[in-house]
């Protein structure tokens, strides 16, 4: 069984940084790709950031130059670094964990964005 553990959310003004993490533990196969998906109150879930076992990285367009998706591979633990944080940008980040052995989310970690 994989577990996903989130940190890292809070409470920021607008233009400020947050660093997410994502720890993985249980059976996890090497090829993978982990990523960050977000819902906003009343939106649906939206993919923020995906990276592959290899590192190669893909960005929603809403969030391109201001976030870095990254991951430690020996550590099974992924990264979001958000900068220049906007109002629009709140919402519970999720992790996300594909594998040939399934799928699996986080609980979940709160970001505010005040304005």
């Known amino acids: 069984q994989v577990q996903l553990v989130e940190s890292g959310g809070g409470l920021v003004q607008a233009g400020g940084s947050l660093r997410l993490s994502c720890a993985a533990s249980g059976v996890i196969f090497s090829i993978n790709v982990m990523g960050w998906y977000r819902q906003a109150p009343g939106k649906q879930r939206e993919l923020v950031a995906a990276i592959t076992w290899l590192g190669t990285t893909n960005y929603a367009d809403s969030v391109k130059g201001r976030f870095t998706i990254s991951r430690d591979n020996a550590k099974n633990t992924m990264y979001l670094q958000m900068n220049s944080l906007k109002p629009e940008d709140t919402g519970v980040y999720y992790c996300?964990?594909?594998?040939?052995?399934?799928?699996?989310w986080g609980q979940g970690t709160q970001v505010t964005v005040s304005s």
């Open positions: 996300t964990l594909s594998t040939r052995g399934g799928d699996y």
